[in-house]
């Protein structure tokens, strides 16, 4: 089955750049996604990146997709205090249905 | 437009009782995923449903049921309540099968 595998914690200190990784099994994936989920709300969609893609540029978000080693980034430039949150990598299921399989996320801590 | 609403957002039961989650697609959404979220499994697939049939279906007990009605509302069931379903249940809607999955808020469930 599915399975993708994020750090759990990354800390940065305010202006510097984050970049939060992720692996994952399902090479079929069409899409690759990054949620952000803050404290006491539901997941947002930052990005996404289609498979035949390396990279994916969207003002401070830079996503990076390694199809051979099935890696995925997310680099966020300028890192601000409202960046704090948990991060989640997501890819599509095997069953082709598009329901999206989570990884553990990662809790980013910006240090001011 | 609204987003996604879920109902209730909080909510306390006990051992074997039964809960009934409700969650209200965005209009013009006619795909309403669930998905629950916690701290030792991280977020996991419960079921989807679409135009009032339930189109897949995650590793959930039968405990677990939903249905959709015609005006895309979907509610959740939980029957027999466990400690373990203490959850936060996120309900995600979308237009059909491809696209962006917009998130409520989530119910945050907890079992004594």
């Known amino acids: 089955g599915e399975d993708v595998e994020q750090s759990l914690f990354l800390s940065v200190r305010e202006g510097d750049s984050s970049v939060i990784n992720c692996t994952y099994t399902d090479s079929s994936s069409t899409y690759l996604y990054w949620y952000k989920q803050e404290p006491g709300a539901g997941l947002q969609l930052l990005t996404y990146?289609?498979?035949?893609?390396d990279m994916k540029q969207d003002q401070r978000l830079t996503v990076l997709l390694n199809k051979k080693d099935k890696h995925l980034s997310l680099r966020i430039a300028d890192t601000q205090t409202g960046d704090s949150a948990i991060y989640f990598c997501a890819e599509t299921d095997q069953t082709g249905a598009n329901n999206l399989f989570f990884g553990t996320g990662t809790r980013l801590t910006v240090i001011p | 437009k609204a987003g996604v609403t879920q109902t209730p957002r909080y909510l306390i039961k006990t051992r074997g009782q039964q809960v009934t989650l409700s969650c209200s697609p965005i209009s013009g959404h006619r795909s309403v995923s669930w998905y629950q979220q916690t701290p030792g499994q991280g977020l996991q697939f419960l079921f989807e449903?679409?135009?009032?049939?339930?189109?897949n279906k995650g590793n959930f007990p039968g405990r677990f049921s939903g249905r959709q009605f015609s005006n895309s509302r979907s509610e959740m069931n939980v029957s027999t309540l466990e400690l373990g379903d203490s959850a936060l249940y996120l309900c995600a809607t979308r237009t059909a099968n491809t696209g962006e999955l917009f998130f409520g808020e989530g119910s945050r469930l907890t079992v004594l």
């Open positions: 449903y679409f135009s009032e049939t339930q189109r």
């Open positions: 990146i289609f498979s035949n893609m």
